[in-house]
């Protein structure tokens, strides 16, 4: 997939900030699913979450151009949502959910980090790196999902990222071949 780069400098391109187009790229996976569980409004504001997270990972695996900057473009939009003027489709349909749910920006912005660590360093040493980068890039989701629920406790979080850490190995371990193409291992 190719991405363009950003017509203003610090915005997203316009291909990547439509759900329907992130959800589109993204029709392989078992969100629409699991979805069906949750009921009508939280199955929206969890597809909320889920749109943002599929667009920072797209920006960091697959966008064309300078994708450190397209990451900063995509914190600068998330700063905007969270002050309730987001200009992009995925991070006007956060804004509600940000001020209803109460959500904290950090997991948000840690989402962001995870790719920004992708685009720096391809890849980890260690295990304790492998359980860095897991606090990332898979962690953030089931603390945003507790929220979504008002559920989040610290209790409930440090068990959310026990669970998030290990789907996240998991599927590291199924995408050997796929990241090895994309010059990452997740293997320490």
Same mark, same amino acid.
């Given at each position: 997939?190719?991405?363009?780069?950003?017509?203003?400098?610090?915005?997203?391109? %316009?291909?990547?900030?439509?759900?329907?187009?992130?959800?589109?790229?993204?029709?392989?996976?078992?969100?629409?699913?699991?979805? !069906?569980?949750?009921?009508?409004? %939280?199955?929206?504001?969890?597809?909320?979450?889920?749109?943002? %997270?599929?667009?920072?990972?797209?920006?960091?695996?697959? %966008?064309?151009?300078?994708?450190?900057?397209?990451? /900063?473009?995509? *914190?600068? *939009?998330? /700063?905007?949502?969270?002050?309730?003027?987001?200009?992009?489709?995925?991070?006007?349909?956060?804004?509600?959910?940000?001020?209803?749910?109460?959500?904290?920006?950090?997991?948000?912005?840690?989402?962001?980090?995870?790719?920004?660590?992708?685009?720096?360093?391809?890849?980890? $040493?260690?295990?304790? +790196?492998?359980?860095?980068?897991?606090?990332?890039?898979?962690?953030?989701?089931? +603390?945003?999902?507790?929220?979504?629920?008002?559920?989040?406790?610290? *209790?409930?979080?440090?068990?959310? /990222?026990?669970?998030?850490?290990? !789907? $996240?190995?998991?599927?590291?371990?199924?995408?050997?071949? *796929?990241?090895?193409?994309?010059?990452?291992?997740?293997?320490?």
């Amino acid at each position: 997939m190719t991405v363009t780069a950003p017509h203003e400098a610090g915005m997203l391109p %316009a291909a990547l900030t439509a759900s329907g187009e992130v959800r589109a790229r993204a029709a392989g996976e078992n969100f629409s699913v699991a979805s !069906l569980l949750v009921g009508r409004r %939280a199955a929206a504001d969890l597809l909320a979450v889920y749109d943002y %997270a599929r667009l920072v990972d797209e920006v960091g695996d697959a %966008a064309a151009g300078d994708r450190l900057a397209l990451l /900063d473009g995509a *914190e600068a *939009e998330l /700063d905007r949502a969270f002050a309730g003027n987001a200009t992009a489709p995925i991070f006007r349909a956060l804004e509600p959910l940000i001020r209803r749910c109460s959500l904290p920006r950090d997991p948000f912005v840690r989402l962001i980090d995870a790719n920004r660590r992708d685009q720096a360093s391809p890849g980890v $040493q260690t295990y304790p +790196e492998l359980l860095d980068y897991c606090r990332l890039s898979a962690n953030p989701v089931g +603390e945003l999902v507790l929220h979504v629920f008002g559920a989040a406790t610290p *209790e409930r979080i440090a068990l959310s /990222d026990s669970v998030c850490t290990g !789907l $996240q190995l998991v599927e590291h371990w199924q995408d050997v071949a *796929e990241d090895a193409r994309n010059g990452r291992i997740y293997l320490p």
